[in-house]
């Protein structure tokens, strides 16, 4: 890969999204949740895992950077804004789920560490 080919920097940036989303499933699972969908698009946002434990959906943000600090501060507002218009939209899909609780959980990723779960990260605009 030449350093100034976007096209392949894209490929290699996406491959690296999916291997970290993997690596956040796969620690979750481990912690008894099970996945309920994959990079989920609507409304002009993407929620990348949607997991169940007992009576809890989380919708997750999956950030890898450098450092589990720098992972924490990507999740913006506008970011939750969009994240949010997408899980308003997953919820108007899936009206059965609708006695459940609804929360927004982040996921960090750094290199050499374990991913960090965090709970409950941030509110889900609009619900």
């Keep these: 890969m030449r350093p100034d080919d976007p096209r392949a920097r894209r490929r290699a940036t996406y491959r690296a999204g999916l291997r970290g989303e993997a690596l956040a499933l796969v620690a979750l699972m481990l912690k008894g949740y099970r996945p309920l969908a994959r990079r989920f698009s609507a409304a002009g946002g993407e929620i990348d895992l949607i997991v169940r434990r007992g009576g809890t959906i989380a919708f997750v943000e999956v950030k890898a950077r450098a450092s589990l600090v720098s992972a924490q501060e990507a999740i913006g507002d506008r970011k939750r804004q969009r994240f949010s218009r997408a899980v308003r939209a997953w919820i108007g899909r899936n009206p ?6 609804f929360r927004a959980d982040a996921v960090f990723l750094a290199h050499g560490a374990w991913p960090v779960h965090l709970a409950d990260a941030f509110p889900i605009e609009g619900l």
């Design 96 to 101: 059965h789920l609708a006695g459940l609780t």
